[in-house]
């Protein structure tokens, strides 16, 4: 039951790009109850690459392997499998007529880069001969190899399609393994390790992970057991008691983001949005547009980044930009006010901040935004300091300004600082 993972490239070992493929890969396995014994990330080096594949042939039943197909002078995955496994490189007819068709329908000229992509290890199969995404599976000594791409979509795709059922097909039995995932939104990293220390005598063999994914914090909660119902019921006791002590900053318990969050909470209480958007440049729309349908509760969104915008589109006043400044509480309430009228939506949100990294002061420094939330109930403000840089600044104010809609339409009380 258990194998490992080995993903190649040498932008995955210096740092410039970040390995999802090993990741996701050792997820899915996981959450299907399989073990994964070892992870390994090598450059685009034959040696080390061989030896990476002959170790697995010691220890693992099955392999995956992303990287190195392609059709570059160090895309040499195939001729370094073929070495250390010990077959002939061999021509795959299948693969070459694939690559032809490619030719033909383009209208390029064959080139040897391109045919040297039909080149495999001998024995092995092609992974979904018939779609554009393509990889290899090869059984040696007893050991399963499955040879994927390095792109992240289409590894994704081969995993989910054709290399987990293959690997799941070949066991009569296998241990349930469930996992939860609560995502939380305003909760610093040291109150989350007070919770996972508290909770330590409670939650017997299940597995708590943290896994900070900027700007929320993943929590999950993992089980291995015989049994779907024992496993179900011990994972919500501790989802439970996790959930009562984080409260309203946990904003799903499942995979959605947070403007599907906010979306499913709107559509609910029948209520419609708009924004004003000063620093955040219209990423708040472009978030709750991501999710299909909002149209049903998006009424629309005012990028009002200069003064005049301000004052022009949303009604701000020349006098509470003179008096209190374009990043204020005052001009967020007034962009708050102005867009919900103008759109006529129920809720009108407006963010107005310094995200760097110039225009700061000693009174606001870079990091120094004001959300407002404008409803039939009144108007609500909140300065708020953010770190970081531009990106993340960004990127926080836009999460908070949702969360404070979440909150809302939820009852919760609004956070007065992160």
């Known amino acids: 039951m258990h194998g490992e993972i080995i993903t190649i490239g040498n932008e995955l070992v210096s740092g410039r790009t970040q390995d999802l493929n090993s990741w996701y890969a050792a997820a899915r396995l996981t959450a299907s109850g399989l073990k994964v014994i070892r992870v390994t990330s090598v450059g685009d080096d034959e040696n080390r690459t061989a030896d990476a594949l002959k170790r697995a042939l010691t220890s693992s039943h099955y392999v995956i392997v992303t990287g190195g197909l392609g059709s570059t002078t160090d895309d040499m995955t195939c001729e370094i499998a073929a070495s250390a496994l010990d077959r002939p490189l061999c021509i795959d007819e ?85 996992q939860r995932i609560l995502k939380l939104y305003g909760l610093n990293e040291p109150r989350i390790a007070e919770i996972f220390k508290s909770l330590e005598e409670k939650i017997g063999e299940v597995v708590l992970g943290f896994y900070p994914h900027f700007p929320e914090n993943h929590i999950t909660i993992s089980l291995r057991g015989k049994d779907e119902p024992t496993i179900s019921k011990t994972l919500d006791r501790v989802e439970t008691a996790i959930s009562e002590m984080v409260g309203a900053y946990v904003f799903a318990h499942d995979g959605r983001e947070m403007a599907e969050v906010v979306g499913g909470r709107l559509l609910k209480k029948n209520k419609t949005l708009s924004v004003a958007e000063s620093c955040t440049g219209g990423l708040i729309g472009n978030r709750l547009t991501d999710v299909a349908g909002s149209s049903q509760y998006f009424q629309g969104g005012i990028i009002s980044y200069s003064n005049q915008a301000k004052m022009d589109l949303l009604g701000v006043s020349t006098q509470t930009l003179e008096n209190h400044g374009a990043v204020s509480g005052e001009t967020a309430r007034e962009m708050a006010l102005g867009v919900r009228g103008s759109l006529h939506a129920d809720l009108g949100l407006a963010v107005t901040g310094i995200a760097g990294p110039e225009g700061g002061s000693r009174d606001k420094p870079v990091g120094t935004v004001n959300i407002a939330l404008s409803s039939e109930e009144g108007t609500f403000t909140e300065k708020y300091r953010f770190w970081g840089k531009r990106k993340q600044i960004k990127l926080n104010s836009a999460m908070m300004a949702l969360d404070w809609v979440r909150r809302y339409l939820n009852g919760d009380p609004f956070i007065s600082g992160i």
């Open 94 to 178: 299948q693969m070459l007529q694939k690559i032809e068709s490619f030719v033909r329908a383009r209208k390029i000229t064959m080139t040897e880069s391109l045919r040297k992509m039909a080149l495999m290890p001998e024995g092995a199969r092609m992974i979904n001969p018939k779609g554009a995404t393509c990889g290899f599976s090869l059984l040696t000594g007893g050991v399963h190899f499955y040879f994927l791409p390095g792109v992240p979509d289409q590894t994704r795709y081969l995993i989910d399609t054709f290399v987990l059922p293959d690997i799941l097909s070949r066991y009569d039995t296998l241990p349930v393994m469930r």
